[in-house]
């Protein structure tokens, strides 16, 4: 299995928003805008075991809450099926009890006003109060794709209110100084803002690029 995160990039990575990392990488590497957290919005960080499985079946879930370990990310390719709930309060409870850092699951989940008051974090494409059968099959620590995210089986997973980034383990510290240089741009240009001295220019030169002009009136 994929080696524990270590403190120190769980905390690195816990200066920049979701959003600032999914700038900071591709498009494959950041989910899509289904992927909604079901629970109080605590941020989350840890390593993906990745789970792939039948539409409306979670007995591979049920194993990787087996073969997790404290600060590990259990992130389902459900295949987006709306209509049975993989994960509902018994496996959430489970999992908080063992440690495990949270869900990210391309499905269903139940069980909303008990997952809304909890801390562990439970992101989901859908919501759906039916029960999921568990006879298999499927696979774990696999490629697989959550909600137009690749996530390989040790990857990072990174997310908070805005959404849900995996992040390739061996290319964490180069996203890590691009988030960096990104956010001092930013705060650069938050400032620039605050005085009055942006520069918009370049909004019409890009028009311009485009072929777009515009005609000033008399």
Not at 20 to 36: F, I, N, R, W, Y
Not at 108 to 124: G, I, K, N
Not at 139 to 151: F, H, L, T
Not at 181 to 208: F, M, N, P, Y
Request: net charge negative; hydrophobic share 45%.
């Amino acid at each position: 299995m994929p080696t524990v995160l270590d403190a120190r990039t769980v905390d690195q990575l816990g200066h920049y928003e979701a959003s600032q990392l999914a700038d900071c990488m591709g498009k494959p590497q950041a989910a899509g805008s289904h992927l909604v957290g079901r629970h109080d919005g605590t941020r989350l960080v840890g390593c993906a075991l990745t789970v792939r499985t039948r539409s409306g079946d979670h007995l591979m879930v049920q194993k990787a809450i087996d073969l997790a370990r404290p600060g590990d990310v259990i992130v389902v390719d459900g295949g987006g099926f709306a209509e049975q709930a993989l994960v509902g309060e018994i496996m959430v409870t489970l999992a908080a009890k063992r440690g495990i850092a949270g869900f990210v699951i391309d499905g269903a989940v139940r069980d909303l006003r008990f997952l809304r008051d909890q801390s562990l974090p439970v992101y989901s494409t859908a919501v759906c109060l039916r029960g999921p059968s568990r006879v298999g099959p499927g696979e774990i620590n696999v490629g697989i794709s959550v909600a137009g995210m690749q996530v390989q089986a040790g990857d990072i997973v990174v997310a908070d209110v805005d959404g849900v980034v995996a992040i390739p383990r061996n290319d964490v510290p180069a996203v890590l100084r691009a988030a960096e240089a990104l956010s001092r741009k930013e705060c650069a240009t938050l400032l620039a803002v605050q005085s009055g001295d942006v520069d918009r220019d370049w909004i019409d030169a890009a028009l311009h690029t485009g072929g777009c002009h515009f005609i000033s009136g008399s």
